[in-house]
């Protein structure tokens, strides 16, 4: 299978029966799914989605396009799709992996878009990518309140994070959704019942942007709940992958009407 930078496989499982496609939020990179590489079970092998500007990749330049850096996704996986596969992506990380489903040859067994509106219907807050730098920061512990004191209090480590955390903050501000098709895939929308920025009730509307089945499932917690439902989470991708979708709480879609 090809190599690329693009896609970090940290335990290669050649017996594996399932594949999942993780991408990372805004300005955090493949390290931020590190539990799951001995967590998820030997049958589903972890595929880490690292973009350019972080970690092993520092010394890139990041991307700046939610759709450039989907293409980009999309041309590293494709080798890697020949066993069943869902696609999971956190806060930004979501709207990449939605449209990188949207673009890929075979459609994922499931789609996971964990504290994200749903693409259509994004909230439109004031920008501040262009903001800078410390005001920048301020804006973006204030809003997403997640960035630990440790790190915030490391001026080296933040000018490091810097760079890709303010191109994330742009691509996810200059995201224009264009309408296509409808994906095929189920798709499960995830959040935290505390997220201010995600309110649990638009959740639902991610049902409208595929003809599959949609599920909502919420947790206690804010934007960054999955720190702690983790496990749980984990559990409904090996389920969607192994145990023929046994998932929850489906939400309705107004262009098949009744339940999904």
Aim: aromatic letters at 8%; proline letters at 9%.
């Amino acid at each position: 299978m090809t190599a690329s930078a693009w896609i970090k496989r940290p335990r290669p499982r050649p017996g594996a029966r399932a594949r999942v496609f993780c991408v990372p939020h805004a300005g955090a990179g493949p390290s931020s799914y590190a539990h799951w590489v001995s967590e998820l079970p030997e049958d589903v092998e972890l595929c880490l989605v690292h973009l350019p500007g972080r970690e092993a990749r520092l010394a890139e330049l990041p991307l700046d396009d939610i759709t450039v850096i989907a293409q980009r996704v999309v041309r590293a996986c494709v080798d890697l799709l020949d066993l069943p596969f869902a696609l999971f992506g956190h806060s930004m990380g979501a709207l990449v992996a939605y449209e990188t489903a949207r673009r890929l040859p075979v459609q994922p067994r499931r789609l996971f878009v964990s504290a994200c509106p749903p693409a259509h219907r994004l909230v439109e807050e004031p920008p501040v990518a262009h903001l800078p730098d410390d005001e920048f920061l301020t804006e973006v512990r204030r809003a997403y309140q997640g960035i630990p004191d440790e790190v915030w209090q490391d001026s080296a480590l933040m000018r490091m994070m810097l760079p890709a955390l303010r191109a994330d903050f742009a691509a996810y501000e200059t995201y224009e959704w264009i309408p296509r098709a409808p994906l095929t895939c189920a798709v499960t929308a995830l959040g935290g019942a505390a997220d201010a920025l995600v309110p649990p009730r638009s959740l639902a509307d991610w049902a409208e942007l595929t003809e599959g089945e949609c599920a909502v499932e919420v947790f206690d917690g804010g934007h960054f709940y999955l720190t702690q439902a983790r496990h749980q989470v984990q559990a409904m991708v090996t389920a969607a992958l192994l145990s023929g979708d046994s998932l929850a709480a489906t939400c309705p879609n107004p262009d098949r009407g009744g339940q999904a």
